[in-house]
Every structure is written in structure tokens, then in C-alpha cells.
């Protein structure tokens, strides 16, 4: 139950985490919606949750849906890593009991392999577990990888959406540490090609135009210091000595 916050904080859900995490995984697979009724939760979100939990249990047949869609030649990648991103994000009950190497172990011991036609047919009638799941998640980015790294023609966008699903992976317990070795190896090989590239989820928000400002005009004031101004002025300071010149040598003006 440790990252059932993030998942229904993902269907926008986050709601009724406490009264999920109060639950047990079993408990929780097994809601309907006349438990939810009982417990107060509305008619929209009662659907919802019913709607999800469903989903989980078909977990498998989206990855096998994945894998086809994969292999096929007109593949929309953009729309297989959005598919995938809803699984990778939903929680994955590993049992205490459940031996990871078991399995393994007996094939050694028997001297015989099984193939992925024999791995299908066993699906069919065991229900999937949780560390199954995971094994058919690990074939399916495998897949993903591979795409991405051979097309000729491949998107920033889809490459950073692939390298978050990565680190989402990584960062959940489930995954056994062989599984996120070859994790960290997929995601140094997109790196060495397309280099570290932001989130795909990360908004960046356009440059605002900077529309530069006009600077205020003043009306320019001329003042009178060209040279016919000041040669004008002399002869008006000249003509005016001139006056009182004469008004002092004329007896008339006494």
C-alpha cells in the first residue's frame, strides 16, 4: 500500500486516501460500490474507484495489448507510453511468500527453460501475481527501449517520457535489484544518445515579449548662442552705450 497515495492522486482520488490506506490490499480490491455507499462515498467517485480497481486486475491483457501494439509497424510510441504510465503508476502487491527465485531455481534444476509461449498458457489459468507483473512490465519497457533506440526517427518528448517511467520504476521497491540494474542500463543508454532531457510533465512557461518603452520626448529649447546671435547682441549692447554716450556729451539733455 505504499504508493496507493501517488496512484489516486493520479485518478484524482486523493480524496479518500486515508480511507484507503486504512485498508488492506485484499480489502481494497474487493470494494464495490455498495461498500463504498456505506462508507460515504459519493456516487461519481464511488465509479471511479470501482472503475480503477478493475482496471488492476486487467493489468495483464494491457501489458500483453502493449506488447502487440509494440511489435506492430504504424506503432503510435507517444500513446503506448501514456498506456504504460497508468500501469507503472498503479500499486503492485508483492506476497511475503512469493519466492523470486523459485521459479527460476526449478528450471535450473530440471535442466529446462520456459519459453514465452509456455509463460502465456500458465497466465491463462493462474491468476497474475505480483512479482509476475513485474516480470511482464520488465518485458514490456525492454520493448519500449528497443524502439526507441533503433527508430530513425524519435521524438525528445517520447525519449523523456520513456526516461521518467524509468526513474518511476526505480524508485519502487518491487522491482528486485537485477531488475533495476538493467533499469539503470537502459537509461544510460538513452542518456549517451539524447543527453539528460526535462520532464515531460514539466511546463515551461513562454518568454514574455518585452515591448521596449519609447522614451519620453521634451520639446528642445534653442538658446541664442549661435554666432549671428551673439554678433546681433553686441550691436544692441553697442547702440545702447552709444545712447548714454550721447545724452552725457549733449548740453540739450541735461
Given amino acids: ?41 459519493t456516487k461519481g467517485a464511488r465509479r471511479k474507484i470501482v472503475a480503477s480497481i ?16 509494440l511489435e506492430s509497424e504504424d506503432c503510435d510510441i507517444k500513446k503506448v507510453l501514456v498506456e504504460l504510465e497508468s500501469v507503472l503508476k498503479s500499486p503492485i502487491k508483492i506476497e511475503e511468500e512469493e519466492n523470486p527465485r523459485s521459479r527460476h531455481d526449478s528450471a535450473i534444476d530440471s535442466g529446462t527453460e520456459v519459453s514465452e509461449d509456455e509463460e502465456q498458457e500458465v497466465g491463462v489459468d493462474i491468476p497474475c501475481s505480483g512479482r509476475k507483473l513485474v516480470d511482464m512490465i520488465m518485458k514490456t519497457l525492454r ?14 518528448k517520447n ?33 549517451s544518445i539524447w543527453g539528460p532531457l ?33 554678433t546681433q547682441l553686441g550691436r544692441v549692447v553697442a547702440a545702447q552705450h552709444r545712447r548714454q554716450q550721447r545724452k552725457v556729451d549733449c548740453p540739450f539733455c541735461w
Fill in 159 to 191: 525519449v523523456a517520457l520513456l526516461t521518467s517511467l524509468l526513474d518511476l520504476c526505480l524508485s519502487r521497491d518491487c522491482y528486485l535489484p537485477r531488475q533495476k540494474r538493467l533499469l539503470i542500463s537502459w537509461k544510460q543508454k538513452l542518456y
Fill in 54 to 69: 478493475q482496471k488492476l486486475e486487467e493489468r495483464p491483457n494491457t501489458l500483453a495489448s502493449i506488447d502487440a501494439e
Fill in 143 to 156: 520493448k519500449a527501449c528497443s524502439l526507441i533506440l533503433l527508430s530513425q526517427h524519435t521524438d525528445t
Fill in 1 to 41: 500500500m505504499e504508493h496507493v497515495p501517488q496512484w489516486l492522486k493520479s485518478l484524482r482520488l486523493h480524496k479518500y486516501t486515508d480511507l484507503v490506506m486504512g485498508m488492506t490490499y485484499p480489502e481494497m480490491v474487493q470494494l464495490t460500490e455498495e461498500k463504498l455507499e456505506h462508507l460515504n462515498v
Fill in 198 to 230: 526535462p520532464s515531460p510533465h514539466q511546463t515551461i512557461s513562454p518568454k514574455r515579449k518585452t515591448i521596449p518603452l519609447e522614451k519620453p520626448t521634451y520639446p528642445t529649447i534653442h538658446l541664442r548662442t549661435s554666432p549671428w546671435h551673439a
